[in-house]
């Protein structure tokens, strides 16, 4: 298969996402990344993972950020004592994503890779959520904390995302029209919604 198809899938926290991202790519014989891209990232531009797990899906954003922004070529200018920019950081990541969608089908998780892979020919855009008293009952199962602190947990981690994703795309995180295909993972379950990305998947790329 000479052509490279991608699928980027944004999700609610606790939606099952990155399950469901790698069972789908695990049925379609495609890479899965995603904080894997961070150790990537890290080898390839020689920095720790530290700054990228540190600047990863967050919302501040730096005050060099707001000097040198996403679409400047990466400098030294981007360093000050010892601090990279936020956008600096996103742009290595980006640089990373773009090149692993160059050399083979992939399944990303978040990062705005849906952005970052807007020109590519082949790329369909995903947006999982699901109910929230199945989202409750995931990170409580996950994380092992009582059920208050979990739903704080997932209102404050969807906030960091949305504001991560609005900031670096220009379009609105969870948003229908931000995406090809949005879908409840509470209505089929995990490995239903797995199986139906896939069939649309495969119409899709007419694979």
Known sequence: ??????????????????????????????????????????????????????????????????????????????????????EALFKLQSDVISDLAQKQSCVFIGRCADYVLKDHPHCLNIFISADMDDRIKRIIRKQNIPENKAADLIEK??????????????KVWGAADSYHLCINSSVLGIDGTVEAIRDFAVKMFKI
Do not use: C, P, V, W
């Open 1 to 86: 298969m000479n052509e490279k198809f991608i699928i980027s899938i944004g999700r609610q926290f606790g939606s099952g996402g990155r399950e469901i991202g790698e069972k789908l790519a695990a049925s379609l014989e495609f890479s899965f990344y995603d904080k894997e891209l961070i150790q990537l990232a890290s080898e390839q531009s020689g920095l720790g993972k530290e700054f990228f797990e540190k600047a990863d899906e967050k919302t501040s954003f730096s005050f060099l950020g707001g000097l040198f922004g996403a679409h400047n070529n990466f400098s030294n200018e981007m360093y000050s004592n010892s601090y990279l920019s936020n």
């Open 157 to 170: 981690t969807d906030k960091k995302r949305a504001s991560y994703y609005n900031y670096y795309s220009n």
